[in-house]
């Protein structure tokens, strides 16, 4: 397929270099500044633009994967001449409706992207909808080009998706920077020192649901634990208001 980036981000980066790799046409990209327009065109071997008159009038799907709070107006900018093009976009949290567009879809990646960072594609779960069957249809074909897993969900629930990807990624990634400046405080210890505690959290998750896979002392609501804990972290208000937060999630579903 001829497939147009709208950004050249974390996001536009990884599924333009797996795109590319299930042998798609990436014709063009844009992005708002040369620097990562260059950047990413260079990787994809592909030409590049940062004005939005200049962005091809066709192709068979334009992709934007931009900042969320830009999408809506960026999007807008692209209509004169695009008529009847399909623009997808690519964030959890944003509407179909948002895009302005008669022909529009949603192919949500989900994974936490960074550009210098590979992924395996294959493995990542993609969302997809559409305001066409014949464009939902079209969508799932491609998604399955560079995923293994591919759901058709619609906006209302893809919010509770997203909600729930914050949860798992970014609050538990927030718990292991908490944990790496205790580490460095008390004992100067490097953070590898969890990575086996954190592969093996996450790996009992393939064969037990996370509530049946909680240990430690707040399951156990072992108190004395807990007092000696909160204690611990007198001077860290915040972090003790989440411990205590989080203590009391644990044993009130356990
Ligand atoms: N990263 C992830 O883990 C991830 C995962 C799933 C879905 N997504 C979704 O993918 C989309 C892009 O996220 P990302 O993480 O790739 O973002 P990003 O790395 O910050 O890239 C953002 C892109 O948006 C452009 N941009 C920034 N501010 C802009 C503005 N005011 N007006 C127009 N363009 C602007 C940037 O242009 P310049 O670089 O030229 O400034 C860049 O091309 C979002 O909808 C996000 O929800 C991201």
Redesign the pocket.
């Given at each position: 397929m001829k497939i147009v980036l709208i950004?050249?981000?974390?996001?536009?980066t990884n599924l333009g270099k797996a795109l590319q790799g299930a042998g798609h046409d990436i014709v063009q990209v844009w992005?708002?500044?040369e620097?990562?327009?260059q950047a990413l065109a260079a990787v994809l071997k592909c030409s590049c633009t940062t004005e939005a008159e200049e962005v091809v009038r066709s192709a068979d799907v334009f992709v934007i994967?931009?900042?969320?709070?830009?999408?809506s107006?960026?999007a807008a900018s692209l209509k004169d001449g695009r008529e009847g093009q399909l623009f997808v976009?690519?964030?959890?949290?944003?509407p179909l409706e948002i895009l302005p567009f008669e022909r529009r879809g949603v192919l949500?990646?989900?994974?936490?992207?960074?550009?210098n960072k590979e992924v395996d594609f294959s493995v990542i779960p993609c969302f997809v909808e559409a305001s066409g069957k014949a464009d939902e249809a079209m969508l799932i074909s491609l998604s399955k080009t560079i995923s293994d897993t591919v759901y058709v969900l619609d906006s209302e629930n893809r919010k509770y998706l997203h909600l729930s990807a914050v949860f798992c990624c970014n609050f538990a990634n927030h718990c292991f920077a908490m944990g790496e400046r205790l580490l460095k405080e008390h004992g100067n210890l490097p953070f590898s020192v969890m990575l086996p505690l954190i592969e093996e959290t996450a790996s009992k998750l393939y064969s037990m649901s996370p509530q049946k896979a909680q240990t430690g002392p707040a399951v156990r609501w072992d108190k004395n634990v807990i007092d000696k804990h909160l204690q611990l972290l007198a001077d860290e208000p915040g972090m003790q208001k989440i411990y205590e937060l989080m203590s009391k999630s644990i044993h009130e579903v356990n």
């Open positions: 950004g050249a981000g974390n996001l536009a992005s708002r500044t620097e990562s327009a994967a931009v900042k969320d709070s830009a999408l107006s960026l976009h690519t964030a959890g949290s944003m949500y990646p989900m994974q936490t992207f960074s550009k």
